[in-house]
């Protein structure tokens, strides 16, 4: 139990396109969604929360307007990486938690996204 | 100084040997206790899930907080080289939205 999903696993874009990213929680439905970025050899930044059905709350230096989150239900959030830069390429890892027992969050398996 | 201090390694053990993991944290606060292991170029994945203080053991594993030090550990017994890996504590407040604060993670290898 407890899997999450995220889509795609690897992605390659041009400087100045924009990139979608799904994470899915697959057997469990998750009030709150997290997406973080984690560069290498350093630990989880949390970019924003997400609660179904509002606006997603963003970590100070975060730009909202540059990495659209959509918590669409209880299964699926999406975070747009809009106007990509190569600044931008990093690991990004969502995850979901069921809520109730103390913010327990189960986690993506990550997509590396590279933009050239 | 950060919220949560993990030592970031490497650190090297033969297989078989017991390892032991830590982290300090400085906000009283904090409730929810968690060990995750991450394998290269993967998610995160959850070990262990503590609250308050005291001990858990799930296997060859054994979480143990101490939240008069701010202190908490990870004990992994009989290691193996599949459990070469980043092992990041992470930890949250009551009440709070779920944010996690995240040490920096300890790499480990275990060499057969």
């Known amino acids: 139990g407890a899997v999450v999903s995220q889509h795609p696993s690897r992605v390659i874009c041009k400087s100045g396109t924009s990139v979608k990213i799904e994470c899915r929680s697959l057997?469990?439905?998750?009030?709150?969604m997290f997406w973080y970025r984690q560069f290498p050899k350093q630990s989880l930044m949390l970019m924003a929360t997400s609660n179904e059905g509002s606006k997603a709350t963003y970590e100070q230096g975060v730009e909202k307007d540059k990495f659209l989150i959509n918590h669409a239900s209880l299964t699926l959030s999406t975070l747009t990486v809009t106007s990509a830069h190569p600044e931008d390429s990093s690991f990004y890892i969502c995850s979901a938690s069921p809520g109730g027992r103390g913010n327990e969050q189960f986690f993506g398996p990550g997509t590396r996204l590279t933009v050239l | 100084q950060k919220e949560v201090e993990q030592d970031p390694g490497p650190l090297s053990v033969p297989e078989g040997a017991i390892v032991s993991l830590n982290c300090t944290y400085s906000n009283s606060a904090f409730q929810y206790f968690m060990w995750y292991r991450q394998y290269s170029r993967k998610g995160p994945e959850l070990l262990m899930y503590t609250y308050s203080s005291g001990n858990k053991e799930d296997g060859r594993f054994t979480a143990q907080v101490d939240k008069s030090s701010k202190y908490i550990s990870l004990f992994i017994r009989d290691s193996q080289p599949s459990d070469s890996a980043t092992y990041l504590c992470a930890m949250s407040v009551s009440g709070n939205t779920g944010k996690l604060i995240f040490g920096q993670g300890t790499t480990l290898q275990v060499k057969p």
């Open positions: 057997d469990f439905q998750a009030t709150t």
